[in-house]
């Protein structure tokens, strides 16, 4: 346990039953796991352990806990039970919801006035809004709605010594101070507990049709790839779909029931002589199944959207050279998830080359999920940056005494 | 004044030709667009490079000078507004646009790149840069990110934020640094999602790399003529609730109408509240929600709806829309230009606050607002030469900005804190709100000389409130509109 001398596990049980109630605290190991019910818990917990020097990881459902370098803490703050939809303003389109809350029960509750939080991130239906937020989550959906961080208006988080702070407001437009809920968004725990999030709304996708076409080769879809992104067409997601044998392009449209024939027919034009098939909802589930995948390494790899075609040709290439099971799954905007099946060292040397190769481009390799005793020999984040040192200010900055995930972040931030 | 040395270390930096330090020279930078605060700096520098920037910042470093960063200086908070004898760093010769990158949808450009220039270097590719401010087309990027600029376009499109990918930036020690990427979600903080809008507190930016759109297929404009705002207002909330995004839902009152029309002859139809819906996309999907729009409009008592019939017609829409700010000398000896947000649902009550609160202090104010996103434009009409009225113009202007604080909404929407809104912030925050807000700022600037006394409010002082509008010397050489 990484208290400091003065305090035992039992002692720090007693404190934390006293904040939360003891039913809400337990013991497994060497960590105390204490479930907080509101934003003054959780600021009250931070502060004793603050004091105490006690590491804390905040823990929604624990979906991506095995994301990063690894925390042992002495405190699992569990939010599972801050988990309520505060407000949802649908006039204004915009709601305000707890860090606990699951992303399925959350979307449920919007969906009854015909709004969503345009986010579709991994295993929604035990992922935590907090979580999803810490981690930076998001699927396919990126490709028209835009990032997660252009869909939070604001936060609440508690800092480490206990500071209630809230960042941005409850309106779309807004500049007044500086974004901290962007600073907040990915950064892994490391430098505040956020308790509550405020999302911008998007009116829900009412009608869509997913398209799909076959080919052998990645390449095969450059053509139709370029045609579609350079089109006046607003997809709602592209994907490739690439395993050992063959490869698969979605495309999915939202639009008015009236002007869907056109569209597949603008799609048809697009794509040439690729023959487009409609297929169903589940083909969007293949970012989830390749983090599902048991025993595989999970990469997220970040290239220019000019370049996937070519990048999955070569990862192709790579399974049949290095006769590695590689699945892959990548977005039109260029981020790329990868499952390998392989042994370490055959995985770490494929995560080198990417690095290297897409150096200069400016893209990166984090291998998301990496089995336990590959986690402690990779830099798992591959973080090039010159401003590392102004990262790790901020850090310094806002949890001096290194309380909030430690180690877990980019540079061991 | 600088000392003789401090002067003679810029010179090295930027040479001769890249140093001001004369008065009457240096009389040109001693505001920006809110040009009732004044501030004389001790010099100007005009660098061409980022190592000439970074020559500069260290020179501020070593001595502790206080340095503010430049572009146009269309800012309407005083957000450029210089350090008693601290530096002026401008960016103006930092314009030329570095990359086109049309198959991974980018450019790169130096901050003294001009907003419209990057549509105009872009669109015969048949793509545009989204955030589209009202200056445009003398605004420049350096001061767009530092401001996050929206637009009238920012309800569907986003912000300077939004279309953001990477920038270098020289902190206020002097070391250069990359924040984000061209490729998204770089491993680390999302240093320029926080630097962007930081208002130039952070440091100075001197290369950024930004997201471009294609341009849509079709963009159909409508007006649309109501008894009041109220009702216009109640459209939008029905044209939202009807699952529709639109690129630009406007609304002007009928004293703005009637300033629009006297100073460019939009031909708007004179009503209690006008609406202006603009929708974007491929041509069918526009057909069919326009269609639904304008029967919203009928739905909602529309006396008129009016749907633009050609491009012309269409910028004339726009040219009026753009002008209502600038157009209120028609109507009104003074005015001032406040910038303010509130949820949508809040406009009603709150239109009928601001008319309240006008008619128990005996003043006018016009309303333009950005009705998507709830961002109002109170502009407040008064006449100097009535003893006592600006005091009351400028105590209403600012009871204005509490009010829409007291409706869950914003100081600020677009226009930035600066100098002119840092006590309203203190109003909006909490002490532990904004003392967090200051960790970020200690981190990138432990000696406070990077844009301070911005921002952030201090102790109140004498003359501490939002000014009277006073154009600008580009608006008054009618070669840009702001608001």
Known sequence: MTTAAAITREECRTRLATIAGAERVVSTGETVTVAASDVEQIAEILRFANSNGIAVTPCGSGTKQSWGNAVEAGILLDLSRMNKLREHAWQDMTCTVEAGCTWTVMQAELAHHGQMVALDPLWPERATVGGIVAANDGGCLRLKYGSLRDLIIGMTVVLADGTIAKTGGKVVKNVAGYDLHKLMTGSFGTLGVISEVNFRLHPLESNTQTWTAVAPEPFQFEHALRGLLDSQLTPSSVQLRLSETECELDIKISAPAECMDEHSAKLSKICGVMELSPSDETVWQARQELHDTANAVVLKISTLPNDLCLLCSELQDWSAKKGMEIAVVAQANGLVTAALKTAPDAAIALIHHLRERLRNAGGSVVALQVPSPLRSTLDVWGCESNALPLMKEIKRRFDPNRILNPGRFVGNI | ?483
Not at chain 2, 128 to 157: M, R, W
Not at chain 2, 191 to 207: H, P, Q
Not at chain 2, 224 to 231: I, L, N, T, V, W
Request: net charge negative; with cysteine.
């Open chain 2, 1 to 483: 004044m600088l000392p003789q040395g401090h002067i003679e270390e810029l010179r090295a930096a930027v040479g001769t030709d890249g140093l001001i330090t004369g008065e009457s020279q240096l009389q040109t930078y001693e505001c920006d667009g809110l040009t009732n605060f004044r501030v004389m700096p001790g010099a100007v520098v005009l660098p061409r490079t980022a190592a000439e920037v970074q020559a500069v910042v260290r020179v501020c470093a070593r001595h502790k000078i206080p340095f503010v960063s430049r572009g146009a200086g269309t800012g309407l908070s005083g957000g450029a507004l210089p350090s008693a004898g601290g530096v002026v760093i401008s960016l103006a010769r930092m314009n030329r646009i570095l990359e086109v990158n049309i198959a991974d949808k980018y450019v790169v450009v130096e901050p003294g790149v001009i907003n419209a220039h990057v549509t105009q270097r872009v669109a015969p590719q048949g793509y545009f840069y989204a955030p589209d401010p009202s200056s445009q087309s003398v605004c420049t990027i350096g001061g767009n990110v530092a401001e996050n600029s929206g637009g009238a376009h920012c309800l569907k499109y986003g912000f300077t934020v939004t279309h953001t990918l990477a920038l270098e930036v020289v902190l206020p020690n002097g070391e250069i640094v990359q924040l984000g990427s061209p490729t998204l979600d770089a491993p680390g903080y999302d240093l320029a999602g926080v630097f962007v809008g930081s208002e130039g507190t952070l440091g100075v930016t001197t290369k950024v790399t930004l997201r471009i759109v294609k341009r849509p297929e079709v963009v159909q404009t409508l007006l649309a003529a109501f008894d009041s705002p109220q009702a216009a207002g109640q459209t939008v909330s029905d044209i939202i609730a009807a699952r529709m995004l639109p690129s630009a839902l406007e609304i002007m009152d009928t004293l703005a109408i009637e300033a629009a029309e006297a100073a460019v002859h939009a031909n708007y139809p004179m009503c209690g509240g006008l609406l202006l819906v603009e929708l974007d996309g491929p041509g069918s999907e526009v057909d069919a929600l326009m269609r639904q729009v304008l029967e919203i409009c009928r739905n909602n008592g529309a006396q008129e709806t009016r749907l633009a019939q050609s491009e012309a017609e269409r910028m004339l829409v726009w040219k009026g829309r753009k002008a209502a700010f600038a157009a209120m000398g028609r109507i009104s000896p003074n005015y001032i230009v406040q910038d303010g947000v509130i949820p949508r649902t809040a406009l009603p009550r709150v239109l009928s606050e601001i008319d309240r609160m006008a008619t128990a202090v005996g003043l006018r104010v016009a309303n333009v607002f950005h009705a998507g996103d709830g961002n109002l434009h109170p502009l407040v009409l008064y006449d100097r030469s009535i003893d006592g009225q600006e005091e009351k113009a400028l105590d209403l202007s600012y009871r204005i900005l509490h009010l829409c604080v007291d409706n869950g909404g914003s100081i600020t929407g677009e226009h930035g804190v600066g100098k002119e809104k840092q006590e309203a912030l203190g109003y909006m925050f909490s002490e532990p709100d904004l003392d967090t807000m200051q960790l970020i700022r200690c981190a990138f600037d432990p000696a406070n000389i990077s844009n301070p006394d911005k921002v952030f409010p201090r102790t109140r002082l004498c003359g501490d409130k939002p000014g009277p509008y006073t154009p600008h010397p580009l608006e008054t050489a009618g070669i840009a509109e702001i608001f």
